[in-house]
């Protein structure tokens, strides 16, 4: 009994530790990024246009850019993953091939970010013409984030107990009728937490848009979806390695920096707040 308890509590002590450690390491990262980038904060930098070669004015076209970029990511591959989800959860016939269509999302979700830039311009940008443009590098961000989505849907769907599918259709309800008005309620949190992740991970991503929708710098904002943008990971990426006054512009990237992670947490938060809702309602 002395042994195992002994072997709980390294155990727990381990997994303590763990966790303190990488706390610790994020509360460091913010810490770094807000003491250097809190400096430059203030109501021109958010909201107007960079001047003199991006060593002065605000960054307002990134912060536009990342936000659209963001969207239209969103828009494309939550409804898609979802529906892939659906699918394979509820009506696809479980067997080899839809476990080998699993193992390849998974193998998918794994691919260096890059190659999805690279197929985002020999897809989007020139074969189907979008050119550098908002929908090249939204497109290219959702199918980068659609494994993600895929798998955490299909887990939440999963949790649902069988029992309530059974019950629904034991009470006369047709096949989709039970999948939206009770499969569908108890498993929407659970969806949410995977388009947090995703959200995350569109925001910030670099290489993929690198080759599909940003440009180094724009004169104006954004009229369509076609227009190329700035970004914010790619202004920061610019401005500290290719810009030509680093004493300008290194505290501009970090108040980009500090732009871009409040604006992932703030979107981040709104959806936890949605999906804790959600977990309320379903309680009740």
């Not at 990134?62 to 409804?79: E, H, N, R, S």
């Not at 197929?119 to 050119?131: E, S």
């Not at 908002?134 to 955490?152: D, K, Q, V, Y």
């Not at 440009?215 to 401005?239: K, M």
Request: proline share 4%; charged share 15%.
């Amino acid at each position: 009994m002395d042994i195992r308890k002994t072997k709980e509590f390294i155990g727990f002590g381990v997994l303590k530790s763990a966790a303190v450690i990488v706390l610790l390491a994020l509360f460091a990262i913010l810490y770094f990024v807000a003491a250097r980038g809190i400096k430059v904060i203030n109501w021109e930098f958010l909201t107007q246009m960079p001047r003199s070669g991006m060593t002065a004015g605000g960054i307002l076209p990134a912060i536009l850019g990342t936000f659209y970029l963001t969207i239209c990511a969103i828009c494309f591959a939550l409804p898609l993953g979802v529906a892939a989800a659906i699918y394979l959860t509820e009506y696809a016939k479980q067997g080899r091939l839809v476990r080998i269509i699993r193992i390849g999302i998974n193998n998918l979700a794994g691919v260096p970010s890059v190659v999805f830039g690279l197929f985002g311009l020999a897809v989007f940008v020139k074969f189907c013409g979008f050119g550098i443009s908002i929908l090249s590098g939204g497109l290219t961000l959702g199918i980068l984030i659609l494994p993600t989505i895929i798998r955490a849907s299909e887990e939440a769907l999963m949790v649902v107990p069988r029992s309530f599918r059974e019950a629904s259709l034991a009470l006369g309800a047709t096949k989709w009728q039970t999948i939206s008005k009770v499969v569908l309620p108890n498993a929407v949190s659970g969806m949410l937490t995977g388009s947090i992740l995703g959200i995350g991970r569109a925001a910030g991503e670099t290489a993929p848009i690198l080759f599909t929708a940003v440009t180094f710098y724009s004169a104006r904002l954004p009229r369509s979806v076609f227009s190329e943008v700035q970004a914010l990971p790619y202004h920061i990426y610019a401005l500290m390695t290719e810009g030509t006054h680093p004493e300008a512009q290194i505290p501009i990237a970090y108040g980009a920096a500090l732009v871009l992670v409040s604006l992932v947490l703030g979107i981040d938060l709104i959806a936890i707040i949605i999906r804790n809702r959600f977990r309320r309602r379903k309680k009740w």
